[in-house]
């Protein structure tokens, strides 16, 4: 690499200045404002952080429904996660391993339901919720994450499987182990970093997920963060260091998980994981 | 092979499941937009296509797909401008590089609740940080909760502001690919930044571009929750596009079959899209 | 605050964590199971009925913290007497309606909810998904312009009358000398002498929202009542742009775009929030509005709160003064729940309505006239100390000059009608229009009184 000059290495500083600034302002903006009071987030504005307090959270933590939509939330995620995992490692190996006709026609439904938007799956989706039965339960939420989980994760892990070689099982079979058996000892290890990528974004597509949420839970007390802190919108009083603070605590888990597991991140977005 | 009927077995029943939770949807949305239901439990009337004829005679149907494109093609465009930039300057020796790139690439991951409720905070317009910024200029505050154009500006401003990671991340794979000599072969024959990133740089990102544009045209078309959360679709219908459309009349007008139809359009103008996306980048078992 | 109030929160937050609270999912999700193989058995199009469970599912209205507190400790107190669950659920009461069409568009109606409009009363009514409530009705005495019974029967259970009127500064009023203004031309100087930057101004005179909500058919149009306008003749024709009607909407209309240069910019933007924190954090000195806006700041700054001065909707000519009607209640809906819910209302309306009002105690101005005379309703410290507000709140239910009116019950007579012209928010398009577009004031009453047409019509 060639040396840059002292105009140019600063110009490029500043740039990377402005890009920082342009994608962490509000974030930063958002966890400052949670710390505030009253006083603070409307009276006296100020661009540095503090002054510090707790009240945003324990008002929320402890007046609000917050802790059942965070318990909501987790269900539903978890719910979904291994929903997606059991039934995208079986569909994905299998359409890897077995000879049939029409097989890549099994992927590229995936991939088409994939890209699916999911207010379009949403209104059909309620609509047989409601004939079943089971419309407004955290079951329905958690089957219609399911409809863009289940694709991605088929559709990422073939991706993985097609890369793992016959031989590798086929040898282990030779000795003795059964179809089962040296699935999960050998071809299973091997993928273990792609089955993680859709662990990963599996929970991320559902904890973040509002649409889905805003059509199937109309009871309080079933709804999820994203959905349930909508509707701390627009109460009579001026609250938005509690939204602040409950939107803060939604971007914690990310941010907390983003931070160790960026490799997996990074993979799964280059492969176009989070729809949107 | 041994285990082969089992898995066969495993197989057929994990499809069947999968073809439930998704193509029975999709079967059941095209079956409510022929029938006349004004609630989900009502008694459907099969009407032929007479949602779709009452859907394309509403001038609101026509202005939400004009808004529609409008919002997609500048937000794509603007993402993708501004994607290639960021990967640019990812792709540069920078200082703390890892920790630049996760910043950047952290808008992405943030629920689109934070991003509109943060964003709304920050335009409140009295006490809203950009309402400051804006008064240093003499403009008293930004008025997206009245002007259709600034409502449409904003939620533009939003999703470029989310989205655009995807864009940079798919940018920087790309760049990375790009062999060295091709750059210090140009260099040689003394040719400027300008003209190695036009003729180095662009041909060998297109295929990265066209996978870009088709999976961002896709999806920015049917953008629903950032639009609902910051503006309703308001004010008075400046920025509300077909999702938005088919929402209120499903939720709010409990006109189910015509806003089953108004997805159900939604649906193969993106199918169009998707089957582009085929066509570019047939499946391959190989690879 | 006082030790009472806090004695009653503190008691009250006590019971609630031993009471309710998570536990329940994953039963829920069981059952959930169940019912997904129960509706396969019965084959996909077969709707499926919800197995009997004994819960009442009742919409709350009112998110303020205290009264949510209330009514989760009342429905808390019913389960430990009866065994009957009561799932609270709230929202904020502009969107309740809209909650209830779609808890019953979806097959899950809840059987009691909160609707703050005569108007949606009447088109649930019509559209035969609420049960009459006249024999619980009948138990208590009413005061006068509360009930509306559609063709001899009662649906609404009113809570509170929640009438509207202008708060203002009255601290700033006695520095100033100013009186409570008797005409337009009064409002205008008042607004003029406290907006400012010297002593005893704020930076505006007073927060109007203009936009398409419920805010705004609340709260802008008392001016145009006081003024004589109507929307209907006696026989349902659109009257308001009538040679006679236009003229008095067109000096409506001129005075709240006058008003502009005395309101924070952005009155298209502002909701229910604005009109009580703006006046909250000193940015205006007038704020249209009711008790809440009292009992709120009764419990942040007790100081200011004392400070609230109220008056009523002036005409521009002082002949005259309005307020904009704003009754809440409750309905009970038509479902397997009904005689249940009708039950747990008959319960809630003994000690546990009166711990309700009194959670935004001058706000929650009693419906029925045996509360008046109740000890206990009396025995809140607030009402004592407010009685300049609740004695102008009785001299308005009283004084026939007084002029009550609101969108939701213009016509000759209550009907679905007006329901619908209320949320056609055809009169909040028309003060856009003035005060946004800067249309002119025939082309603004014109396209209103279209609107209204239309709206009537279908």
């Given at each position: 690499m060639n040396k840059l000059t002292l105009g140019q290495r600063s110009a490029l500083y500043g740039l990377v200045c402005v890009t920082v600034v342009y994608s962490f302002f509000p974030i930063y903006w958002m966890i400052i404002s949670s710390f505030r009071d009253d006083n603070s987030l409307y009276a006296n504005f100020s661009l540095l952080p503090g002054p510090f307090t707790l009240t945003n959270y324990e008002v929320l933590l402890e007046l609000t429904d917050y802790p059942t939509w965070f318990v909501n939330s987790i269900l539903v995620a978890f719910g979904t996660v291994c929903i997606t995992l059991v039934m995208s490692v079986l569909i994905a190996y299998s359409v890897t391993r077995l000879q049939f006709r029409g097989k890549m026609a099994v992927v590229g439904v995936m991939l088409y339901a994939y890209m699916f938007p999911p207010l379009l799956l949403a209104i059909p989706l309620f609509s047989l919720f409601v004939k079943l039965g089971l419309a407004d339960t955290r079951l329905s939420l958690m089957i219609s994450h399911c409809t863009i989980t289940l694709p991605l994760g088929v559709w990422l892990l073939w991706g993985f499987f097609k890369q793992i070689p016959l031989d590798v099982e086929e040898a282990a079979m030779v000795d003795g182990c059964s179809r089962l058996r040296a699935f999960v000892l050998v071809v299973l290890p091997l993928t273990l970093p792609g089955v993680l990528t859709v662990a990963i974004f599996s929970f991320l597509l559902s904890w973040t997920d509002y649409t889905f949420a805003l059509v199937m839970i109309g009871t309080d007390s079933l709804k999820t963060l994203p959905a349930g802190l909508d509707t701390m919108v627009g109460m009579y009083e001026l609250r938005w260091g509690e939204l602040m603070a409950g939107s803060t605590l939604i971007a914690l888990p990310l941010l907390v998980m983003f931070m160790f597991l960026s490799r997996y991140f990074i993979h799964g977005l280059s492969a176009g994981a989070l729809k949107g | 092979m041994r285990g082969e009927r089992v898995l066969y077995s495993i197989f057929s029943v994990a499809i069947a499941l999968t073809a439930l939770l998704i193509l029975y949807p999709a079967y059941h949305a095209l079956e409510l937009s022929f029938q006349d239901l004004d609630s989900f439990i009502s008694k459907p009337v099969w009407i032929g296509f007479g949602n779709y004829a009452d859907v394309l005679a509403m001038p609101e149907f026509w202005n939400a797909l004009g808004r529609g494109l409008v919002f997609s093609g500048t937000t794509i465009a603007l993402q993708i401008v501004l994607g290639i930039g960021f990967a640019m300057l990812l792709d540069t020796a920078i200082p703390a590089k890892p920790l630049v790139r996760g910043i950047t690439v952290l808008p992405y991951l943030l629920p689109t609740i934070i991003v509109a409720l943060t964003f709304q905070w920050m335009l409140d317009s009295t006490v809203g940080v950009f309402t400051q910024f804006v008064r240093l200029f003499g403009y008293s505050y930004i008025p997206w909760g009245e002007s259709g154009t600034v409502a449409m500006t904003v939620v533009i401003v939003l999703s470029v502001w989310i989205w655009t990671p995807f864009v940079t991340l798919a940018f920087l794979a790309g760049l990375q690919a790009v062999p060295g000599e091709l750059y210090e072969a140009a260099r040689v024959d003394g040719a400027s930044a300008w003209q190695r990133f036009w003729h180095i740089t662009m041909p060998q990102l297109r295929p990265v571009l066209t996978v870009v544009l088709l999976l961002r045209a896709i999806w920015m078309f049917n953008k629903f929750d950032i639009i609902w959360l910051t503006t309703r679709g308001g004010p008075l219908q400046a920025t509300e596009h077909l999702p938005i459309l088919a929402y209120r009349k499903t939720f709010e007008m409990y006109e189910v079959g015509q806003g089953a139809a108004v997805s159900a359009i939604s649906f193969v103008i993106l199918s169009v899209l998707i089957l582009f996306y085929f066509y570019f980048f047939p499946l391959d078992e190989k690879e | 605050m006082s030790k009472a109030k806090d004695f009653k929160s503190k008691r009250l937050s006590a019971d609630l964590a031993g009471t309710t609270g998570g536990g329940s999912s994953r039963r829920t999700v069981i059952k959930g199971i169940g019912a997904a193989a129960g509706a396969a058995a019965i084959g996909l199009h077969a709707p499926f009925v919800h197995a009997a469970e004994k819960t009442i599912r009742f919409l709350n209205g009112e998110p303020s913290r205290e009264s949510v507190r209330a009514m989760r400790f009342a429905g808390a107190q019913y389960e430990k007497e009866t065994g009957i669950k009561v799932q609270m659920d709230t929202i904020p009461a502009g969107k309740a309606f809209e909650k209830v069409q779609a808890s019953i568009k979806s097959g899950r109606p809840y059987d009691i909810a909160t609707l703050i409009f005569v108007g949606d009363v009447l088109i649930l009514a019509d559209e035969k998904k609420l049960v009459p409530i006249n024999d619980l009705i009948k138990k208590y005495d009413w005061g006068p312009r509360i009930l509306f019974p559609v063709k001899g029967n009662n649906y609404w259970y009113p809570y509170d009358y929640n009438l509207c009127w202008i708060n203002c500064r009255q601290d700033l009023y006695d520095a100033k000398g100013l009186k409570a203004p008797q005409n337009w031309d009064g409002m205008m100087s008042n607004l003029d002498a406290l907006q400012?930057?010297?002593?005893?101004?704020?930076?505006?005179?007073i927060v109007h929202p203009i936009g398409s909500n419920g805010a705004t058919n609340y709260t802008a149009f008392g001016y145009m009542w006081a003024n004589g306008?109507?929307?209907?003749d006696d026989n349902w024709?659109?009257?308001?742009?009538s040679p006679e009607m236009a003229a008095k909407v067109g000096e409506y209309l001129d005075f709240m775009s006058a008003m502009t240069k005395y309101m924070p910019p952005a009155p298209a933007q502002a909701g229910w929030a604005n009109l009580v924190g703006d006046f909250q954090t000193d940015k205006i000195s007038h704020t249209p509005g009711t008790g809440r806006l009292i009992d709120t700041m009764n419990v942040r700054m007790p100081k200011r709160a004392a400070n609230v001065g109220t008056f009523l909707f002036p005409s521009k000519g002082g002949d005259k003064f309005a307020v904009n009607h704003g009754y809440d209640g409750w309905v009970v809906l038509d479902t397997a729940m009904t005689d249940e819910a009708l039950k747990f209302l008959e319960w809630f309306s003994d000690e546990h309505l009166i711990n309700f009002l009194h959670t935004s105690p001058v706000h929650y101005q009693p419906t029925r006239l045996d509360i008046y005379e109740d000890p206990r309703w009396q025995a809140h410290p607030d009402l004592e100390q407010f009685k300049h507000i609740t004695e102008m709140q009785k001299q308005v239910l009283s004084d026939k000059d007084i002029i009550i009116r609101s969108i939701d019950t213009e016509?000759?007579?209550?009907?679905?009608r007006a329901g619908k012209v209320f949320r056609s928010y055809a009169l909040p398009e028309m003060l856009q229009n003035k005060m946004v577009r800067n249309m002119s004031n025939a082309e603004c009453i014109k396209t209103a009184a279209d609107k209204i047409r239309a709206t009537v019509a279908g």
């Amino acid at each position: 690499m060639n040396k840059l000059t002292l105009g140019q290495r600063s110009a490029l500083y500043g740039l990377v200045c402005v890009t920082v600034v342009y994608s962490f302002f509000p974030i930063y903006w958002m966890i400052i404002s949670s710390f505030r009071d009253d006083n603070s987030l409307y009276a006296n504005f100020s661009l540095l952080p503090g002054p510090f307090t707790l009240t945003n959270y324990e008002v929320l933590l402890e007046l609000t429904d917050y802790p059942t939509w965070f318990v909501n939330s987790i269900l539903v995620a978890f719910g979904t996660v291994c929903i997606t995992l059991v039934m995208s490692v079986l569909i994905a190996y299998s359409v890897t391993r077995l000879q049939f006709r029409g097989k890549m026609a099994v992927v590229g439904v995936m991939l088409y339901a994939y890209m699916f938007p999911p207010l379009l799956l949403a209104i059909p989706l309620f609509s047989l919720f409601v004939k079943l039965g089971l419309a407004d339960t955290r079951l329905s939420l958690m089957i219609s994450h399911c409809t863009i989980t289940l694709p991605l994760g088929v559709w990422l892990l073939w991706g993985f499987f097609k890369q793992i070689p016959l031989d590798v099982e086929e040898a282990a079979m030779v000795d003795g182990c059964s179809r089962l058996r040296a699935f999960v000892l050998v071809v299973l290890p091997l993928t273990l970093p792609g089955v993680l990528t859709v662990a990963i974004f599996s929970f991320l597509l559902s904890w973040t997920d509002y649409t889905f949420a805003l059509v199937m839970i109309g009871t309080d007390s079933l709804k999820t963060l994203p959905a349930g802190l909508d509707t701390m919108v627009g109460m009579y009083e001026l609250r938005w260091g509690e939204l602040m603070a409950g939107s803060t605590l939604i971007a914690l888990p990310l941010l907390v998980m983003f931070m160790f597991l960026s490799r997996y991140f990074i993979h799964g977005l280059s492969a176009g994981a989070l729809k949107g | 092979m041994r285990g082969e009927r089992v898995l066969y077995s495993i197989f057929s029943v994990a499809i069947a499941l999968t073809a439930l939770l998704i193509l029975y949807p999709a079967y059941h949305a095209l079956e409510l937009s022929f029938q006349d239901l004004d609630s989900f439990i009502s008694k459907p009337v099969w009407i032929g296509f007479g949602n779709y004829a009452d859907v394309l005679a509403m001038p609101e149907f026509w202005n939400a797909l004009g808004r529609g494109l409008v919002f997609s093609g500048t937000t794509i465009a603007l993402q993708i401008v501004l994607g290639i930039g960021f990967a640019m300057l990812l792709d540069t020796a920078i200082p703390a590089k890892p920790l630049v790139r996760g910043i950047t690439v952290l808008p992405y991951l943030l629920p689109t609740i934070i991003v509109a409720l943060t964003f709304q905070w920050m335009l409140d317009s009295t006490v809203g940080v950009f309402t400051q910024f804006v008064r240093l200029f003499g403009y008293s505050y930004i008025p997206w909760g009245e002007s259709g154009t600034v409502a449409m500006t904003v939620v533009i401003v939003l999703s470029v502001w989310i989205w655009t990671p995807f864009v940079t991340l798919a940018f920087l794979a790309g760049l990375q690919a790009v062999p060295g000599e091709l750059y210090e072969a140009a260099r040689v024959d003394g040719a400027s930044a300008w003209q190695r990133f036009w003729h180095i740089t662009m041909p060998q990102l297109r295929p990265v571009l066209t996978v870009v544009l088709l999976l961002r045209a896709i999806w920015m078309f049917n953008k629903f929750d950032i639009i609902w959360l910051t503006t309703r679709g308001g004010p008075l219908q400046a920025t509300e596009h077909l999702p938005i459309l088919a929402y209120r009349k499903t939720f709010e007008m409990y006109e189910v079959g015509q806003g089953a139809a108004v997805s159900a359009i939604s649906f193969v103008i993106l199918s169009v899209l998707i089957l582009f996306y085929f066509y570019f980048f047939p499946l391959d078992e190989k690879e | 605050m006082s030790k009472a109030k806090d004695f009653k929160s503190k008691r009250l937050s006590a019971d609630l964590a031993g009471t309710t609270g998570g536990g329940s999912s994953r039963r829920t999700v069981i059952k959930g199971i169940g019912a997904a193989a129960g509706a396969a058995a019965i084959g996909l199009h077969a709707p499926f009925v919800h197995a009997a469970e004994k819960t009442i599912r009742f919409l709350n209205g009112e998110p303020s913290r205290e009264s949510v507190r209330a009514m989760r400790f009342a429905g808390a107190q019913y389960e430990k007497e009866t065994g009957i669950k009561v799932q609270m659920d709230t929202i904020p009461a502009g969107k309740a309606f809209e909650k209830v069409q779609a808890s019953i568009k979806s097959g899950r109606p809840y059987d009691i909810a909160t609707l703050i409009f005569v108007g949606d009363v009447l088109i649930l009514a019509d559209e035969k998904k609420l049960v009459p409530i006249n024999d619980l009705i009948k138990k208590y005495d009413w005061g006068p312009r509360i009930l509306f019974p559609v063709k001899g029967n009662n649906y609404w259970y009113p809570y509170d009358y929640n009438l509207c009127w202008i708060n203002c500064r009255q601290d700033l009023y006695d520095a100033k000398g100013l009186k409570a203004p008797q005409n337009w031309d009064g409002m205008m100087s008042n607004l003029d002498a406290l907006q400012g930057t010297g002593e005893n101004q704020l930076p505006h005179g007073i927060v109007h929202p203009i936009g398409s909500n419920g805010a705004t058919n609340y709260t802008a149009f008392g001016y145009m009542w006081a003024n004589g306008v109507e929307l209907f003749d006696d026989n349902w024709n659109v009257v308001l742009d009538s040679p006679e009607m236009a003229a008095k909407v067109g000096e409506y209309l001129d005075f709240m775009s006058a008003m502009t240069k005395y309101m924070p910019p952005a009155p298209a933007q502002a909701g229910w929030a604005n009109l009580v924190g703006d006046f909250q954090t000193d940015k205006i000195s007038h704020t249209p509005g009711t008790g809440r806006l009292i009992d709120t700041m009764n419990v942040r700054m007790p100081k200011r709160a004392a400070n609230v001065g109220t008056f009523l909707f002036p005409s521009k000519g002082g002949d005259k003064f309005a307020v904009n009607h704003g009754y809440d209640g409750w309905v009970v809906l038509d479902t397997a729940m009904t005689d249940e819910a009708l039950k747990f209302l008959e319960w809630f309306s003994d000690e546990h309505l009166i711990n309700f009002l009194h959670t935004s105690p001058v706000h929650y101005q009693p419906t029925r006239l045996d509360i008046y005379e109740d000890p206990r309703w009396q025995a809140h410290p607030d009402l004592e100390q407010f009685k300049h507000i609740t004695e102008m709140q009785k001299q308005v239910l009283s004084d026939k000059d007084i002029i009550i009116r609101s969108i939701d019950t213009e016509g000759p007579e209550v009907d679905v009608r007006a329901g619908k012209v209320f949320r056609s928010y055809a009169l909040p398009e028309m003060l856009q229009n003035k005060m946004v577009r800067n249309m002119s004031n025939a082309e603004c009453i014109k396209t209103a009184a279209d609107k209204i047409r239309a709206t009537v019509a279908g």
